[in-house]
């Protein structure tokens, strides 16, 4: 079916320009962090409807508004969204390469409407163009988004990716005998063209603000289970998978508390700032003395906690030796000059019993006789 270009530019126009003011009025309502990649992406919905808007007064303005104008906002405006998604995946959003296509796309407007008027090599390289880009935007979601995908990256990744193929089979068909004459002639691929041009980024639109949500609802999941200075996991995060490895009847499980000595006195003398570095260089320590099944908390303070799954109370003693050694001998740097840290350290292994509250209070014992001992040394729970 031929519909009137005209009215699809129209159309086009007004749906675009009410999803510019809708995305500019909330912008400010979302977080600090995405809003970089929602200006871009307004800006690109405002500049597809400042291209509709010349395009659909096509015969009522100059030539070099609708032809040069148009078709340069509509390029920007796919290439805005390309920055966006950038933008939002944490990549540079300006590349050197981004430069030369806007001057191309006034290029082809103006050599081939005033040197050497073709319709053909305008229509087919204007889409070769924007299929470019669209491209390259399909190409970063794909590369760069996390896995599994979630659904929305989906969403925006198939309308990038029709409204490509559709301007390459445009090229094509004005390549043939069935190429129209003039811009605003109605035909099926016309049609198909201005039609999905104009649905691609509002059908996305919808797709990136999922994908801003579903991001941010990994980040308030993850404030939930983290610690987050040293981005361990927090007291609640322990409580749930120690609770879910002391439901397996005759699992071995071991429990390691660990306090840093002195930690006072460093916040005293050296500063917050530097006990907060050093809490979080312990943390890196930690995390590198573990396995990945096993579970390294920090329940406050200076002190953390080691849940070690199918480990046993001499092996447990065994890596918390270790643990002891490499954090005596290896100084935290701090900006005013290394500093050496010590920590205290309790262990504690269940047989087919025990709470974690219960064990967590035993290995506390355990690791207050550490310090009461000396510090700086592991002892084994009675």
Same mark, same amino acid.
């Given at each position: 079916m031929e519909l009137d270009l005209r009215t699809?530019?129209?159309?086009?126009?007004?749906?675009?320009?009410?999803?510019?003011?809708a995305l500019?009025?909330?912008?400010?309502?979302?977080?600090?962090?995405?809003?970089?990649?929602?200006?871009?992406?307004t800006l690109g919905i405002g500049l597809l409807a400042t291209g509709w808007m010349l395009i659909a007064a096509r015969g009522h303005v100059p030539d070099a508004a609708s032809v040069v104008l148009g078709n340069l906002a509509l390029f920007l405006g796919f290439q805005s969204l390309l920055f966006a998604l950038r933008a939002f995946l944490r990549l540079p959003v300006l590349r050197w390469r981004d430069a030369?296509?806007?001057?191309?796309?006034?290029?082809?407007?103006?050599?081939?409407?005033?040197?050497?008027?073709?319709?053909?090599?305008?229509?087919?390289?204007?889409?070769?163009?924007?299929?470019? =880009?669209?491209?390259?935007?399909?190409?970063?979601?794909?590369? +760069?988004?996390?896995?599994?995908q979630p659904m929305a990256?989906?969403? =925006?990744?198939?309308?990038?990716?029709?409204?490509?193929?559709?301007?390459?089979?445009?090229?094509?068909?004005?390549?043939?005998?069935?190429g129209v004459d003039h811009m605003m002639q109605a035909s099926v691929m016309q049609s198909l063209v201005f039609t999905?041009?104009?649905?691609?980024?509002? =059908?996305?639109?919808?797709?990136?603000?999922?994908?801003?949500?579903?991001?941010?609802?990994?980040?308030? +999941?993850?404030?939930?289970?983290?610690?987050?200075?040293?981005?361990?996991?927090?007291?609640?995060e322990l409580q749930r998978r120690g609770d879910a490895l002391l439901l397996e009847p005759g699992r071995k499980v071991a429990v390691v508390a660990i306090d840093a000595d002195h930690f006072k006195h460093i916040n005293?003398?050296?500063?917050?700032?530097?006990? *907060?570095?050093?809490?979080?260089?312990?943390?890196?320590?930690?995390? +590198?003395?573990?396995?990945?099944?096993?579970?390294?908390?920090?329940?406050?303070?200076?002190?953390?906690?080691?849940?070690?799954? *199918?480990?046993?109370?001499?092996?447990?003693?065994?890596r918390a030796e270790a643990l002891c050694r490499d954090i005596a001998e290896t100084p935290v740097v701090l900006e005013d000059g290394p500093l050496s840290v010590t920590v205290s350290v309790g262990v504690v292994a269940r047989g087919d019993?025990?709470?974690?509250?219960?064990?967590?209070?035993?290995?506390d014992r355990a690791m207050y006789a550490?310090?009461?001992?000396?510090?700086?040394?592991?002892?084994?729970?009675d």
């Open positions: 699809i530019a129209v159309l086009s126009t007004v749906l675009s320009v009410l999803t510019f003011i500019a009025a909330v912008i400010r309502d979302f977080p600090r962090e995405s809003r970089e990649e929602l200006r871009y992406w030369p296509l806007p001057l191309l796309q006034v290029a082809v407007s103006v050599v081939f409407f005033w040197i050497w008027p073709s319709l053909t090599a305008r229509l087919v390289l204007g889409a070769l163009l924007v299929a470019a =880009v669209l491209a390259e935007s399909a190409r970063v979601l794909w590369i +760069h988004a996390p896995r599994p990256y989906h969403v =925006v990744g198939v309308s990038m990716v029709a409204a490509m193929l559709i301007l390459l089979a445009r090229a094509v068909v004005q390549m043939s005998a069935w999905l041009s104009n649905l691609a980024p509002l =059908v996305s639109t919808l797709g990136f603000l999922l994908m801003i949500n579903e991001r941010l609802q990994r980040e308030l +999941h993850r404030l939930a289970i983290a610690d987050p200075l040293t981005g361990l996991a927090n007291r609640r005293d003398t050296r500063g917050h700032e530097a006990g *907060d570095t050093v809490l979080v260089a312990l943390a890196e320590r930690l995390r +590198h003395a573990t396995r990945a099944e096993d579970v390294v908390a920090r329940l406050g303070g200076e002190e953390f906690v080691l849940l070690m799954p *199918d480990t046993s109370l001499e092996e447990a003693h065994r019993a025990g709470s974690l509250a219960g064990l967590l209070h035993v290995a550490a310090k009461a001992a000396g510090r700086n040394r592991v002892v084994l729970a």
